[in-house]
Structure formats: structure tokens, C-alpha cells
């Protein structure tokens, strides 16, 4: 595979993400380099406080870097608008958030519905393929409950559903098992296990030792700089 060109899905070339605190600066991620390629199956570790929800909002395009760059097909996100970096966003990324984000008011299908009614899918098909994915993972018996009739476990996988719905490219996940039990948990591995063989790419931060060793590539986060990083072959650094 090219490695340089088409291989790429993005890169963060000496970024930074730097808040302001009163006098005080905290650099989040520092001088921080990382190329993600097609089918990467990355999954990213370190401490409490890090950095790796940083770097999940910055790929997710949800943040931009205080400095440095971003970039998608060779080209920097900083330099488009924010409507150019939503579609971006809205076809090719989803995001599995470590707090859910569901709608209160709307129904599981609904949830998971909901991005496609952004990108004018219609709505028989759209509720079809939100009931097909959330019976997938173990869903089908709570399509019409609203998130505050659902388990912790559960409305998280309707985040997941929901993050799947448009088939994205690329697939970001922030401690995707954090409040699920152990069987769930497994179901969620089988499923990212799935969507990497179907060719996506998925950066999922964890804590899980068990995503951890499904994934193909680790990447170590300290002090918001990478200590290491893998590929589960040769489990050399790169
Ligand atoms: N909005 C913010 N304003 C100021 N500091 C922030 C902000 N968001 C994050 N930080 C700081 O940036 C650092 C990295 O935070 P981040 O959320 O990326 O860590 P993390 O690795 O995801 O931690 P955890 O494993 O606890 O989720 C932390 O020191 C945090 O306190
Ligand atoms: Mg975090």
C-alpha cells in the first residue's frame, strides 16, 4: 500500500493544542506528529489527562490545532471553513463519544436515524437501516425506548449504532467498552473487528486490554506526546 499518498486518511504533522488556564498554559498535545493509514486498526493508551481525548477531537474535526496542522488529502483543515469540515465530517467520520450525546427527546431508531436525515436519506430507509444496525448489537427489542429508558450500556450502543449508520471511512471511538459489561463489551470488539475487515479505519482510545490486542497498531500518549508507537507484527517502533 502507498504509505505517502493515497494510503493516508490524515495527518497531524508538529501539532499542538494548547488552553489557556488564566496565566497558566497546559499544552494537551505537544509538537505532535501522527499519520493514520487506510485501514489502520489504531488504538491509542496512556494516563488519565494525556491527551488522547484531544487527539480524537482533532481527527474527529471537532477541534482544530492551536499550531501545526491537520491534514486530510494533503490538504490543511485549518485553511477550510467550518462548513467544509462538517460535510467532511458528517460523510467520512464517526464518533463514538465517551458521553453519549443522545437526543432525550428522540427514540433509540430515531437517535441513530439522525444523521442520515442530515444527509437527505429518506425516511423509510433510514429507520430500515437504524433498526438493522441496532439489532446488530443486541438492540432490536428497545428501538422505541428514549435514552432515559435505557441502561447506561445500552444507550451507549445506540451511540455506537448511531456512529456506524452512515458507514464512514473512518471510525474514532473514546473508550468505547468504558460502561458496558463484559458481553457487550465483546459484541462492540466483534464489531470493530468487522468494520476493519470490511476495510474501514478505526482509531479507538482504551483502557481495555482486550481492544487493545485486537488492535493492529498501539500508540502510547504521555504528557501529551507520543513514548511509542506499534504495529502488532513486528511490535517494533515505527
Ligand atoms: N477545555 C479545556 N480547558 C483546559 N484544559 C483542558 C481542556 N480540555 C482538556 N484539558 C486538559 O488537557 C489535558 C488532556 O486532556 P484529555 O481530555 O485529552 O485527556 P485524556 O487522555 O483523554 O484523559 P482521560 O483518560 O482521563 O479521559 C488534561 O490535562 C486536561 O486537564
Ligand atoms: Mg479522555
Known sequence: ??????????????????YRMGKEKVHALSDFSLKIHKNDYMTIVGPSGSGKSTLLHMLGLLDVPTRGSLLIGGRDISRMGIDERAIIRGRKIGFVFQVFNLVPSLTAIRNVALPMMIQGVPKQVREERAARILSSLGMGHRLDHLPSELSGGQRQRVAMARALVNDPELILADEPTGNLDSKTGEEVVKLFDKLHKD????????????????GERTVWIKDGRIERDTTKDTNKPK
Open 199 to 214: 476495510g474501514r479505519t478505526l482509531v479507538v482510545v482504551t483502557h481495555d486490554p482486550s481492544i487493545a490486542r485486537h
Open 1 to 18: 500500500m502507498d504509505r505517502e499518498g493515497a494510503g493516508t486518511v490524515m495527518e497531524l504533522r508538529n501539532a499542538w493544542k494548547t
